[in-house]
C-alpha cells in the first residue's frame, strides 16, 4: 500500500466527497453504452428497484438535458434533471444531476464502459459538492444501495435484449 505523510494512506482529496459503484454485465459494451443513452431504453430500467420514470424531455447530447421524474413505490415522486456534460461513445459519459437546472446541490457522475472479454465493466463515480451532501445521499437515500440496484436493472434489462438477440 502506498502511504505519503504521517504514515497515512494515499486518498484522493475527494474521496469523502465520493460514491463509485461497479458492475460487470453479460452484454457487448456497445449493446450497455446503448441502454444508457436512448431514452426508449432508459424509461424500461432506470432507477432502484420499484421505481419508474417518466421523461417529460430527452436530447442526447453534449449540452442536452434529461428531464425527468422518477415516481417511488410509495407513491413519492422524485424531480430529476441531468445533463450531459461529456459523451465519448462507447467508453465514456459525464453528467451533472440534480433536482433542476439550477440546482446547486447537483453531482457530477462519470460512466465508464469498458470490454471485458464478451462482458462490459461499468463504474459509476459520482462526485458530490460536499461531503455532507454525499453522506446525505448515502444515508437518506440509500445512493449506494439503489446505485447497485439501479445497475442490477440495467444489466436484467441488457440480458433480455441479447436474449431476444436485438444488438447494439
Not at 18 to 44: G, K, W, Y
Not at 110 to 133: C, H, W, Y
Not at 137 to 145: C, D, S, T
Request: proline residues 5%; negative net charge.
Amino acid at each position: 500500500m502506498s502511504t505519503k505523510g504521517r504514515g497515512a494512506p494515499a486518498q484522493s482529496a475527494t474521496a469523502d466527497r465520493e460514491v463509485a459503484i461497479s458492475r460487470v454485465i453479460d452484454a457487448p459494451r456497445e449493446l450497455v453504452f446503448e441502454a444508457f443513452t436512448e431514452v426508449r431504453h432508459l424509461s424500461q430500467w432506470w432507477g432502484p428497484d420499484g421505481f419508474t420514470t417518466t421523461t417529460r424531455a430527452f436530447e442526447f447530447r453534449v449540452g442536452g438535458e434529461w428531464d425527468f421524474v422518477m415516481h417511488g413505490p410509495d407513491g413519492t415522486d422524485y424531480q430529476e434533471w441531468i445533463t450531459w456534460t461529456e459523451i465519448a461513445p462507447p467508453e465514456r459519459i459525464a453528467l451533472l444531476h440534480g433536482e433542476s437546472r439550477d440546482d446547486p446541490n447537483a453531482f457530477a457522475s462519470v460512466l465508464t464502459f469498458e470490454s471485458d472479454g464478451a462482458a462490459t465493466l461499468i463504474e459509476m463515480r459520482t462526485l458530490f459538492p460536499t461531503k455532507e451532501l454525499r453522506d446525505e445521499a448515502v444515508e437518506k437515500y440509500h445512493a449506494i444501495e439503489g446505485g447497485r440496484q439501479t445497475l442490477s436493472n440495467l444489466a436484467a434489462y441488457v440480458a433480455e435484449l441479447v436474449r431476444k438477440g436485438v444488438e447494439g
